[in-house]
């Protein structure tokens, strides 16, 4: 009997991760569920915060924004 293997995306689980750390910058939190193939994104704050975070993100990940 084959043994099912739930294969994970590592790399969404990393930038979840940094996610959360950029919404406690902002004093949010985000709680992100993984658990049976669904995807749920819990957000506590101050809602005018998201388009913070979502820059915030934006601005770590830019290769144009890198210093050397």
Do not use: W
């Not at 930038?15 to 910058?25: E, P, W």
């Not at 820059?55 to 290769?63: K, N, P, T």
Request: glycine content about 2%.
């Amino acid at each position: 009997m084959p043994i099912p293997i739930n294969h994970e995306e590592t790399n969404l689980e990393i930038l979840a991760r940094i996610a959360k750390v950029a919404a406690r910058k902002f004093d949010c939190s985000l709680h992100i569920d993984f658990s049976d193939g669904n995807r749920q994104i819990e957000f506590v704050g101050d809602e005018t915060n998201k388009a913070l975070i979502a820059a915030e993100m934006e601005y770590l990940f830019d290769a144009d924004s890198t210093t050397e």
